[in-house]
Every structure is written in structure tokens, then in C-alpha cells.
């Protein structure tokens, strides 16, 4: 009996007479633009093209763009170890371990996710297997695996596995704790808190809980001025970016759905994952089938489609080039 899902992509085989004959089948593109929108083409070219620019990864995440030394940073979460790109060296180890510093050896999301650069330009840290939010204590030219715990729990029990980061321009710093570091999610025997939750770290190092609705958050990013934080639940039976209103002190209000996958996602491979927002307040988010891009109000303008799993974005600081990670590899696409 032949496993259709065990053959190569390129090829189909068909068993005539005890003969299994393959037609070689041409290979999917890797990315083809899908524009919903006339104005999805100031973002997008229609032009525009993907490129690898590494792979051999476990599952590539939280792209990290620093343009004081050109180069690219980011997570790989079941490697324990941050990588970087340059242009002139290619894929180098940039810090490992990453996420998980313990001696007891474990499986599942033990490594970093989320990369962010907070007020100072230091580089801050999710980390899955530690279960923290961390500063990297040295020179982001000369990395050490040595940490400042800026977050390790909640009113007594400890963080699932932060995911993600957004930053004010007040020092403050938002992040998202879903279950996906725990070796056995949300059945871990190691799980302290009943829900999921949003958080807010303040200046003073306040841990705050903004929410505890969501399901599976996941991405977070920032409206400009900071008024408006958008967030995606990666929950298939939920699939939904999310928008919160932020009061006078920083607390989520008006929290509404920005766009349902819902129906995208019974049909594409994926789900809203990590995001980021330019300048002008476009947002880019990974979602089923790849890449969706909206305006603030929420009106979907297009997608650039992948033939594999796309889960995070950075921008360049011209916002010209996009990196993203995509499972086992890392891409960069030209937008104009």
C-alpha cells in the first residue's frame, strides 16, 4: 500500500500493475503574492521576491533585525541557540544556550523565542525552557550567556514559556506566556497558572496581568503612539488577531477581534502567529498560508503565500527588506 504523505513533494506515483511510476510534478513556488487590495501595492511590489538565506533548523522564530551591525538575529526554540546572519559570514551561533540554562536534559520548545531591543538597545529574551523574560548582560557585538531575569513569575507561580514582545517608549515591555514551551503544553504537571496570560513589565519591574482570556496568545506588536497593542491567538478553534485599547496606566480596555482565520485556517497549513507593524500602521502577520498584511482598521489588503510555515517577520530599518522565519529556514523578501 503506498503513503501518498511519504513521497516526495515533487513527484506523484501511481501503482499500475506492481509498478510504481513517479511523474515528476513541477515544485510549488517559493512565494506567490496574493493582492486583495489596490493598496497592497505600495506595500508589496509586484515585483517582489523570496530568497533563503539559511536553513537546517528545528523551528526557526523570533527575527530580530539590528541594523547598528547588519546583521539578523533569531530563535532556534528546540536547539536552545540564537543564531545570527550576515551578509559577509552567513549563519553563525550567536548564543547557546538560549533559552533553557538548566542541567536536567529536556525535550520540547527549550530554547529562546522572542528577540527584542528595549530603550538602552539591549537585547531581551523569552526564554521557553527558563520560563522567564531575561536581559542579555554583555555588548550585543560580544555575546554571553549571561542573564538578568526581568520576569519569572506571577503573584507566586511561575510563567508557562514567554513567547513574545512589544515595547513602549516608556520602558515598558508587554509580553505573551501560551503553553508551547512546556514539554507537554497545557497537560504539564509543571504548569503553575490555570490560564494563559498578556503581561505587562513596567520601568520598575511590576509585573502586571493585562489578561487572562486568551486561549493561545502568541504574536504582539504596537500601533504607532502606542495607543492600540494588536495580539494573535495561535488556537485553531480561535484563530484570531486580537486588538486592546491600552489606559492612561498601560491596562488593556476595549478589547475586541481585529481579523478571524477561522475559516483560512480549515484550509490553509498555520496559524496567527508572530507580527510585526510599520510605521505607518500596516501589519504584517503570519497567519495560515503564510504572510497577511492589513491596514490599522483591520482591512485585509493581501497575502504573500509560502509553500512552508511562516511564524515570525522583522522589518530592516528602511522597512525596504522583510525577514522571516519559516520553520527550518530563514528568508528574506524585497519588498520594493
Same mark, same amino acid.
Given at each position: 500500500?503506498?503513503?501518498?504523505?511519504?513521497?516526495?513533494?515533487?513527484?506523484?506515483?501511481?501503482?499500475?500493475?506492481?509498478?510504481?511510476?513517479?511523474?515528476?510534478?513541477?515544485?510549488?513556488?517559493?512565494?506567490?503574492?496574493?493582492?486583495?487590495?489596490?493598496?497592497?501595492?505600495?506595500?508589496?511590489?509586484?515585483?517582489?521576491?523570496?530568497?533563503?538565506?539559511?536553513?537546517?533548523?528545528?523551528?526557526?522564530?523570533?527575527?530580530?533585525?539590528?541594523?547598528?551591525?547588519?546583521?539578523?538575529?533569531?530563535? %532556534?526554540?528546540?536547539?536552545?541557540?540564537?543564531?545570527?546572519?550576515?551578509?559577509?559570514?552567513?549563519?553563525?551561533?550567536?548564543?547557546?544556550?538560549?533559552?533553557?540554562?538548566?542541567?536536567?536534559?529536556?525535550?520540547?520548545?527549550?530554547?529562546?523565542?522572542?528577540?527584542?531591543?528595549?530603550?538602552?538597545?539591549?537585547?531581551?529574551?523569552?526564554?521557553?525552557?527558563?520560563?522567564?523574560?531575561?536581559?542579555?548582560?554583555?555588548?550585543?557585538?560580544?555575546?554571553?550567556?549571561?542573564?538578568?531575569?526581568?520576569?519569572?513569575?506571577?503573584?507566586?507561580?511561575?510563567?508557562?514559556?514567554?513567547?513574545?514582545?512589544?515595547?513602549?517608549?516608556?520602558?515598558?515591555?508587554?509580553?505573551?506566556?501560551?503553553?508551547?514551551?512546556?514539554?507537554?503544553?497545557?497537560?504539564?504537571?509543571?504548569?503553575?497558572?490555570?490560564?494563559?496570560?498578556?503581561?505587562?513589565?513596567?520601568?520598575?519591574?511590576?509585573?502586571?496581568?493585562?489578561?487572562?482570556?486568551?486561549?493561545?496568545?502568541?504574536?504582539?506588536?504596537?500601533?504607532?503612539?502606542?495607543?492600540?497593542?494588536?495580539?494573535?491567538?495561535?488556537?485553531?478553534?480561535?484563530?484570531?488577531?486580537?486588538?486592546?485599547?491600552? %489606559?492612561?496606566?498601560?491596562?488593556?480596555?476595549?478589547?475586541?477581534?481585529?481579523?478571524?482565520?477561522?475559516?483560512?485556517?480549515?484550509?490553509?497549513?498555520?496559524?496567527?502567529?508572530?507580527?510585526?507593524?510599520?510605521?505607518?500602521?500596516?501589519?504584517?502577520?503570519?497567519?495560515?498560508?503564510?504572510?497577511?498584511?492589513?491596514?490599522?482598521?483591520?482591512?485585509?489588503?493581501?497575502?504573500?503565500?509560502?509553500?512552508?510555515?511562516?511564524?515570525?517577520?522583522?522589518?530592516?530599518?528602511?522597512?525596504?527588506?522583510?525577514?522571516?522565519?519559516?520553520?527550518?529556514?530563514?528568508?528574506?523578501?524585497?519588498?520594493?
Amino acid at each position: 500500500m503506498i503513503k501518498w504523505n511519504k513521497l516526495l513533494p515533487a513527484t506523484i506515483g501511481i501503482l499500475i500493475s506492481g509498478i510504481n511510476v513517479c511523474y515528476a510534478q513541477p515544485a510549488k513556488p517559493l512565494m506567490t503574492i496574493e493582492q486583495l487590495d489596490p493598496r497592497f501595492n505600495t506595500l508589496v511590489s509586484k515585483t517582489a521576491k523570496a530568497e533563503i538565506l539559511a536553513d537546517g533548523f528545528s523551528w526557526s522564530e523570533g527575527p530580530l533585525w539590528i541594523e547598528q551591525y547588519k546583521m539578523f538575529l533569531f530563535s %532556534d526554540v528546540k536547539k536552545n541557540v540564537i543564531y545570527k546572519w550576515t551578509k559577509e559570514k552567513g549563519k553563525e551561533i550567536y548564543l547557546s544556550p538560549s533559552g533553557y540554562t538548566g542541567k536536567i536534559p529536556r525535550g520540547g520548545e527549550l530554547g529562546s523565542n522572542g528577540l527584542g531591543l528595549n530603550k538602552k538597545g539591549q537585547l531581551i529574551i523569552c526564554q521557553d525552557g527558563d520560563r522567564v523574560v531575561s536581559l542579555m548582560d554583555a555588548p550585543l557585538n560580544k555575546p554571553k550567556t549571561k542573564f538578568i531575569r526581568l520576569a519569572t513569575g506571577y503573584r507566586g507561580k511561575k510563567f508557562d514559556s514567554p513567547n513574545d514582545l512589544a515595547f513602549l517608549s516608556n520602558g515598558d515591555i508587554y509580553f505573551t506566556d501560551p503553553p508551547y514551551g512546556l514539554e507537554k503544553n497545557v497537560d504539564d504537571p509543571l504548569k503553575e497558572a490555570k490560564y494563559q496570560g498578556v503581561y505587562k513589565i513596567s520601568a520598575t519591574g511590576k509585573i502586571t496581568l493585562l489578561t487572562d482570556t486568551l486561549t493561545r496568545p502568541n504574536g504582539i506588536a504596537f500601533f504607532p503612539g502606542g495607543k492600540t497593542i494588536l495580539i494573535a491567538n495561535s488556537d485553531p478553534g480561535k484563530a484570531y488577531w486580537y486588538a486592546y485599547d491600552l %489606559d492612561k496606566n498601560g491596562l488593556f480596555i476595549n478589547g475586541r477581534i481585529f481579523y478571524s482565520a477561522n475559516a483560512a485556517s480549515k484550509q490553509d497549513a498555520g496559524m496567527p502567529d508572530g507580527l510585526k507593524i510599520d510605521k505607518k500602521g500596516n501589519v504584517f502577520a503570519s497567519g495560515p498560508g503564510g504572510l497577511w498584511i492589513f491596514n490599522q482598521s483591520g482591512k485585509l489588503l493581501g497575502k504573500m503565500k509560502f509553500n512552508d510555515l511562516v511564524s515570525n517577520c522583522s522589518f530592516s530599518a528602511d522597512a525596504k527588506t522583510l525577514y522571516l522565519t519559516s520553520n527550518h529556514r530563514v528568508l528574506k523578501v524585497s519588498l520594493r
